[in-house]
């Protein structure tokens, strides 16, 4: 049994161990539980109960809150193509034949036969899904060969596998960087990587557009403020986070400046290649291989299996030290129902095909340049896109309002539909994006068309224009 000097005594010690800052924020608390109390207590009877009428009178007045507010009529969503029949590189959109520049198919593998028919045989041998996470009866034999092919392919240590391209890197980041942490960012990377720094809890320092110069400027800010204060900094991780091929721009990023400054600042890096997997370097694997770097120097790298490879999920690649962790930390690793078989051997066989046709990547780097060459001669557009980059932004040459020049793109996305050319304008959450990109038309490259669809492609896009700016 406790006694009364017993509990004083211990009260006692605790005020001789305490510092006056310990102890008079124990006083505040206390006295704020205190006031909390009584306050509620005095308005408690100073309430008076309602009437019966006075009820009755709030239950007829009382208006609920709509469950969804009002949708302008112009809104996107209330307008959505319906696409039939298969994606390729023609596509039948609302009942209509397009050529198809809409698509991230870049290698045209949608339509491969082989990738298809091995598709389907695995939908009758493991149906259609796990409806389970990897760690919970949701890995399956193909997952764990996807895996290996991936690494060797990519040629590191380990390899993980998603369910969908956008929670991979949006896990990966969060797995690593934590609150405390510092990751310095390009202010145009997409969406995906945007909510990924939002779920790190970590302090973000964008940087301009690859502008390798601003960010060593910011990168010599922190390491002065580093060394004033060196026993936080000694807590404090550093990431740099970038895409090879930004799909809000179609730019390459300066990967060899990033990765001097990443040695020189002692930074970690990731990249994600999901637009340039299977589309630069001449075995496909990306900007690394492009710029011929050492697979280390870049800690971890990220790729969407949703575009170049024509199925679905996404995967990270690096060391077995970095990429283990994820099968514990990766939020999307961890609770998403795993990749189903069927789009895991899809992956498969397009790995297949990068391998023994290694002459598609040349394929479609040719329409990219062609692409590329023939963008000037649209007079009512400028253009922004790297020469070896399957996409493309178009901008209005002479607007500036935000608003009319995304009304006037739809409607030229629209009109070239309507005429067999299927473009798109991206869509943005306004009020989610770090930094809103300009409204454009983006095009979307494919190793697939001829000379021939180009040029059609190209006197679509310039009719149509005309066209509807000299009605706006």
Request: a neutral charge.
């Amino acid at each position: 049994m406790v006694t009364t000097p017993y509990i004083i005594n211990e009260i006692y010690d605790i005020i001789q161990k305490s510092t006056a800052f310990e102890l008079t924020l124990e006083a505040l608390l206390a006295l704020g539980v205190i006031w909390i109390v009584f306050y509620k207590r005095a308005n408690a009877r100073r309430e008076k109960p309602l009437s019966v009428e006075q009820r009755a009178k709030l239950i007829e007045e009382w208006v609920p809150e709509p469950l969804v507010g009002d949708v302008p009529a112009n809104h996107p969503s209330l307008h959505t193509h319906v696409v039939y029949g298969r994606v390729g590189k023609v596509i039948n959109i609302d009942g209509k034949q397009c050529l198809n520049l809409a698509s991230h198919n870049y290698l045209g593998l949608l339509g491969d036969k082989h990738v298809e028919q091995a598709a389907v045989k695995s939908l009758r041998k493991y149906g259609v899904g796990s409806c389970g996470p990897r760690g919970f009866y949701g890995t399956v034999d193909v997952h764990l060969e996807l895996e290996e092919r991936l690494a060797k392919f990519m040629q590191v240590e380990e390899a993980v596998v998603y369910s969908y391209a956008f929670s991979t890197i949006a896990s990966a980041i969060p797995a690593y960087s934590k609150r405390g942490d510092i990751i310095f960012v390009d202010e145009f990377v997409n969406f995906a990587i945007q909510k990924g720094l939002d779920a790190s809890r970590s302090k973000i320092v964008f940087f301009k557009h690859n502008d390798v110069t601003d960010l060593e400027r910011l990168l010599e800010e922190q390491a002065t403020e580093d060394r004033r204060n060196v026993k936080k900094a000694m807590k404090r991780r550093r990431f740099l986070v970038a895409e090879a091929i930004y799909m809000n721009t179609g730019e390459l990023c300066p990967l060899p400046q990033l990765v001097e400054l990443r040695k020189r600042y002692k930074l970690r890096m990731f990249l994600d290649e999901s637009i340039s997997f299977g589309v630069l370097g001449k075995n496909g694997r990306g900007l690394v291989e492009h710029f011929n770097i050492d697979k280390t120097e870049v800690d971890l790298r990220s790729a969407g299996l949703e575009w170049a490879a024509g199925t679905i999920g996404g995967f990270c690649a690096g060391s077995s030290f970095i990429v283990e962790h994820q099968r514990l930390s990766g939020l999307g690793y961890c609770f998403s129902a795993s990749l189903p078989p069927l789009l895991t051997q899809a992956a498969i066989c397009a790995l297949d095909k990068f391998e023994s046709e290694p002459s598609i990547f040349d394929e479609l780097r040719e329409c990219c340049r062609k692409v590329s060459q023939k963008l000037p001669s649209l007079e009512d557009f400028t253009f922004r896109g790297d020469l070896l980059s399957p996409v493309k932004h178009l901008y209005l040459k002479n607007e500036t309002d935000f608003r009319k020049e995304k009304f006037l793109l739809d409607q030229i996305s629209k009109e070239c539909i309507d005429t067999g050319l299927a473009v798109i304008t991206p869509e943005y959450l306004d009020h989610m994006e770090k930094n809103n990109p300009r409204p454009s038309i983006r095009l979307t490259v494919n190793r697939l068309l001829t000379d021939a669809d180009i040029d059609d492609a190209f006197r679509i896009l310039q009719q149509v224009a005309r066209r509807v700016l000299a009605t706006a």
